[in-house]
């Protein structure tokens, strides 16, 4: 079963498995959530469930979404994203979905937005190769030719290039990562390795569903 959740990323520990080994693990403030709207196929052409999640001030929610989270009688929430189920409709309006509905073992996918590092050249951005480091050398590490074979007006260079420009900030998904351990109490959950993003920046653990072959 397709299952979900959004949370706040604390940061980067290492704890001790059974075995008397140490693995290193990142800490997720997951949930708890709530659920904002039911998509369904007949409506909305796709199946899905938005969930809100993290505290905001009155103040700071705009009209709309007042009025949105007024028809599905929740509290505001500071986000809202979808998560595609193929049955949505398990979840009720209000309904309240925290982190335990993962355990320790499981296998999970994590989005999010890895950082933005502004404007870097092609060798940092896409592992580009330096020029010569010799005196007579004056190309070190700016692009070369980036041309295509064409001669006359039609030569050009086609969408797509790798060239410098603006690095991070994008949307990452990383897949396949332990549950290493679940607080339920404190609404915590340890995943194995590293996943994308800041501190305190938004990421959205789904399980990892396996491929129907």
Request: with cysteine; hydrophobic share 35%.
């Amino acid at each position: 079963m397709a299952k979900g959740i959004l949370g706040k990323k604390l940061g980067m520990t290492q704890v001790f498995m059974e075995d008397g080994t140490f693995v290193p693990v990142t800490v997720v403030e997951a949930g708890p959530c709530v659920v904002v709207q039911n998509r369904t196929e007949e409506k909305d052409g796709y199946h899905a469930v938005q969930l809100g999640f993290g505290a905001v001030k009155e103040k700071n929610v705009t009209r709309p979404m007042k009025g949105h989270f007024a028809k599905a009688g929740v509290k505001a929430v500071r986000f809202t994203k979808e998560l595609r189920l193929p049955s949505p409709s398990e979840y009720a309006l209000g309904q309240e979905i925290g982190v335990d509905i993962f355990a320790a073992g499981e296998l999970v996918d994590v989005t999010g937005t890895s950082r933005g590092k502004g404007f870097a050249g092609g060798i940092k951005r896409h592992n580009f190769a330096r020029g010569p480091m010799a005196h007579g050398s004056k190309s070190h590490r700016e692009p070369g030719s980036m041309g295509p074979r064409m001669s006359g007006p039609g030569g050009k260079v086609f969408k797509g290039k790798k060239l410098p420009g603006h690095m991070g900030h994008e949307r990452v998904t990383v897949q396949r990562l332990t549950v290493v351990r679940v607080d339920a109490e404190r609404n915590l959950m340890l995943i194995k390795g590293a996943i994308p993003g800041p501190k305190k920046g938004l990421v959205i653990i789904r399980n990892t569903v396996k491929p129907v072959k």
